[in-house]
T-cell receptor, first 110, second 117 residues
């Protein structure tokens, strides 16, 4: 079993839709939860980070962490074609090493 | 701020040769840099953690004699793939930590695509 599971997609939505991206994990020691966006053949770019459980909002993006269920989500409101990319969840415990999910490909259709 | 560059962006080499990839933090000093490998449609996998002035720490299953890492200054780390083989073909990405032990202060380079023929 992988430490972090993420549906690879692709997920195709029309412009303006609300997008929900999710990851599950098995290591209860994870404390930090991040979402990265990666465009093709580029390095990941940090979108959101959360410490422990709860919600965090930044513009069109909302990150949710449910540690009791070992489940994290990223919501994108009013999705745009420019949001088309691969979204990677990543987690970190006290070792400060990032453990990534395999990424979900998102396509927002104009 | 917090820009990380990699050079080259892509490289093709013949089997058995060695390839060096550079990772630079352009506008900050990074005591710690990380090297990742990403195969197509797969996750980034941490290969090693590199600290300035000391030996790199390799993850389980990563051959330290094959993937040589040097972190000679606070802004430069290099990864040398020695005696490369086709199975080493991958996307190599580095990251640099702007602030130690702060989860979100790790910045990624644009990656280097290595193709071994």
């Amino acid at each position: 079993q992988k430490e972090v599971e993420q549906d690879p997609g692709p997920l195709s939505v029309p412009e303006g839709a609300i997008v929900s991206l999710n990851c599950t994990y098995s290591n209860s020691a994870f404390q930090y939860f991040m979402w990265y966006r990666q465009y093709s053949r580029k390095g990941p770019e940090l979108l959101m980070y959360t410490y422990s459980s709860g919600n965090k909002e930044d513009g069109r993006f909302t990150a949710q962490v449910d540690k009791s269920s070992k489940y994290i989500s990223l919501f994108i409101r009013d999705s745009q074609p420019s949001d088309s990319a691969t979204y990677l969840c990543a987690m970190m415990d006290s070792s400060y090493k990032l453990i990534f999910g395999s990424g979900t490909r998102l396509l927002v259709r104009p | 701020g917090a820009v990380v560059s990699q050079h080259p962006s892509r490289v093709i080499c013949k089997s058995g040769t060695s390839v060096k990839i550079e990772c630079r933090s352009l506008d900050f000093q990074a005591t710690t840099m990380f090297w990742y490998r990403q195969f197509p449609k797969q996750s980034l996998m941490l290969m090693a953690t590199s600290n300035e002035g000391s030996k790199a720490t390799y993850e389980q299953g990563v051959e330290k004699d094959k993937f040589l890492i040097n972190h000679a200054s606070l802004t430069l780390s290099t990864l040398t793939v020695t005696s490369a083989h086709p199975e080493d073909s991958s996307f190599y990405i580095c990251s640099a930590s702007r602030e130690e032990r702060v989860a979100h202060e790790q910045y990624f380079g644009p990656g280097t695509r290595l193709t071994v023929t």
